[in-house]
């Protein structure tokens, strides 16, 4: 046997008893503090004029019976006209209300774009609708970066295991291939394979970032970019890049990975998009209670208008099919990293070529 479900009462009918329970009160109130105490007071007639002297008498008022039964009529009839004047000042009340209900029904239902649109902030309930509309945004474009998200990773997953997939079939398809081309195709194979893993291993590396802070330490992160650095030097040597830095005392607290993450992927975007004979500049510095970290590099000269697009991810400044220059997700998993440290990112195209980033933790 199922339980009973409670009844359920809308807002508009408690809303309603409230109010004609105010008007009730207030009716009741004016009984008892001003209609009885009326009824007590003397009337003054004229009694007659026998002669010039005017002679009056006092007779009773309207009787304390007669008073209590007109007020118990009233009364009684108050109570439907209270209910009346309670519904309707309730309905009144609540017809922004349905309005937001109404439109958030058809806003959950898949249609993102809808707002509610309730005017100029007036009272509370337009004020939550705004509220809500700010949300409805938010959700709108985290959706619209989620699908924009998975479509460039599924493309990015499928060109490398379609290269692969060829590559494989050609090698099979060929009677005649001796162990040299097989072992060429293998090691075209496991180049392949590498960019795989390095793309995955990014996109681990942005969805760590976006799921946010798990733990704060205190860190230096002159210490963090040391370690950084001492990986990358021979690359960079490598590429004709020369890699200097001014590393003073910047104490901060966050995930110690993260920002290491943040420190390596800033790093390797400035070696990567660079040229020969280009540098590489790294500062870590305090300025009050803020701990800031700079990365500045040469190269190509980037247009400002560039530069937000470049925070998302899988966007670069040219196509690259090959993933030779990175798979446009560096700059992606450093905003992603600051925004988790509730940190500010401040990016600024140089003159001459390249980027200047600072990020400052509080």
């Given at each position: 046997m199922t339980p009973r479900q409670p009844t359920r009462?809308?807002?508009?009918?408690?809303?309603?008893?409230?109010?004609?329970?105010g008007i009730y009160a207030a009716g009741v109130l004016v009984v008892v503090f001003v209609a009885v105490p009326l009824a007590s007071v003397q009337a003054t007639v004229p009694k007659g004029h026998p002669s010039s002297r005017a002679i009056?008498?006092?007779g009773p008022g309207i009787s304390l019976?007669?008073?209590?039964?007109?007020?118990?009529?009233a009364l009684v009839v108050l109570i439907p006209v209270a209910l009346a004047l309670g519904w309707f000042v309730a309905g009144r009340f609540l017809r922004p209300l349905r309005a937001i209900t109404a439109t958030a029904q058809i806003i959950s239902a898949g249609n993102l774009h809808q707002r509610l649109d309730l005017g100029e902030p007036g009272d509370e309930l337009t004020e939550l609708g705004h509220i809500l509309d700010d949300l409805f945004a938010r959700l709108q474009a985290s959706f619209d970066a989620q699908r924009h998200f998975i479509a460039n990773a599924s493309h990015e997953l499928r060109t490398p295991l379609a290269g692969l997939r060829t590559l494989l079939e050609v090698a099979l398809a060929d009677p005649d291939a001796d162990a040299d081309a097989l072992r060429a195709a293998c090691q075209e194979a496991l180049a392949l394979g590498g960019h795989q893993e390095r793309l995955v291993q990014a996109l681990l590396a942005l969805a760590t970032s976006?799921?946010?802070?798990t733990r704060w330490d205190t860190l230096d992160l002159a210490h963090v970019v040391e370690g950084v650095l001492a990986s990358r030097r021979g690359?960079?040597?490598?590429?004709?890049?020369?890699?200097?830095?001014?590393?003073?005392?910047a104490v901060t607290a966050g995930d110690p990975r993260l920002i290491e993450s943040l420190v390596a992927n800033l790093v390797d975007n400035a070696v990567?998009?660079?040229?020969?004979?280009?540098h590489v500049h790294v500062t870590t510095r305090?300025?009050?209670?803020?701990?800031?970290?700079?990365?500045?590099n040469s190269g190509p000269v980037i247009p400002d208008d560039q530069i937000q697009?470049?925070?998302q991810p899988f966007q670069k400044l040219a196509p690259d099919r090959h993933g030779r220059d990175g798979y446009g997700l560096g700059l992606a998993i450093v905003n992603a990293v600051t925004q988790a440290h509730h940190a500010t990112l401040t990016v600024g195209a140089r003159p001459e070529g390249g980027l200047s980033i600072t990020v400052w933790f509080a």
């Open positions: 009462r809308s807002l508009q009918t408690r809303l309603a008893l409230a109010y004609a329970a009056t008498e006092t019976p007669q008073l209590l039964a007109g007020c118990a009529v976006e799921r946010g802070v690359q960079a040597t490598e590429a004709g890049i020369d890699l200097a830095e001014h590393l003073t005392p990567r998009h660079n040229h020969p004979g280009g305090t300025s009050g209670t803020q701990a800031a970290l700079t990365v500045t697009r470049l925070l």
